[in-house]
T-cell receptor, first 110, second 110 residues
Framework: KNQVEQSPQSLIILEGKNCTLQ??????????LRWYKQDTGRGPVSLTI?????NTKSNGRYTATLDADTKQSSLHITASQLSDSASYIC?????????FGKGNQVVVIP | SQTIHQWPATLVQPVGSPLSLECTVE??????LYWYRQAAGRGLQLLFY??????ISSEVPQNLSASRPQDRQFILSSKKLLLSDSGFYLC?????????FGQGTRLTVV
């Protein structure tokens, strides 16, 4: 069983609206968690990295949160734009190994 | 610097033909390795992951198989391609602070 579960699998939102993606993990011990954005047909690009002591980190309109106690992270997209249409991958590092989620697909429509 | 190599970048294959996509990693040993697929208009889908030589876990039933004959080599194969196998295939691995993704292979089955 994969150690990183992401939800929802896919999401359609109207341009300008906000959305939140969820990542739950069972990786232990925990070192850090990254969110990547992958545009169709291109390699993923790192958005944020969070360590055990960090609860929130922002990168422009992207805000990631981390609750290391419940082993949950979320990625919040504010005022979505058409260019936010992509897959978002949660990657968790623990014990010097990385575990990858399956990704959340986001489609922003005008 | 680039530490993961995936080839070919593009591939057009007829239905029923075999497939072999290769991914090799440099600069580490015993990494976790992953194959993802992105079908047209869909999000990333985790196909296989491997925690060691000869150890393959399959996430979804499909027409594809994976093998890990060497520590840093991960191969995606098919004996007979289907039209539905068309898509963008990504190989990935990670180390302590970052996940690395290959540049992807655009496969078109005709």
């Amino acid at each position: 069983k994969n150690q990183v579960e992401q939800s929802p699998q896919s999401l359609i939102i109207l341009e300008g609206k906000n959305c939140t993606l969820q990542c739950n993990y069972t990786v232990s011990p925990f070192s850090n968690l990254r969110w990547y954005k992958q545009d169709t047909g291109r390699g993923p690009v790192s958005l944020t990295i969070m360590t055990f002591s960090e609860n929130t980190k922002s990168n422009g309109r992207y805000t990631a949160t981390l609750d290391a106690d419940t082993k949950q992270s979320s990625l919040h997209i504010t005022a979505s734009q058409l260019s936010d249409s992509a897959s978002y991958i949660c990657v968790v590092n623990g014990n010097n190994r990385l575990a990858f989620g399956k990704g959340n697909q986001v489609v922003v429509i005008p | 610097s680039q530490t993961i190599h995936q080839w070919p970048a593009t591939l057009v294959q007829p239905v029923g033909s075999p497939l072999s996509l290769e991914c090799t990693v440099e600069g580490t040993s015993n990494p976790n390795l992953y194959w993802y697929r992105q079908a047209a208009g869909r999000g990333l889908q985790l196909l296989f992951y491997s925690v060691g030589i000869g150890q393959i876990s399959s996430e979804v039933p499909q027409n594809l198989s994976a093998s890990r004959p060497q520590d840093r080599q991960f191969i995606l194969s098919s004996k007979k391609l289907l039209l539905s196998d068309s898509g963008f295939y990504l190989c990935a691995w990670g180390r302590v602070t970052e996940a690395f993704f290959g540049q992807g292979t655009r496969l078109t089955v005709v």
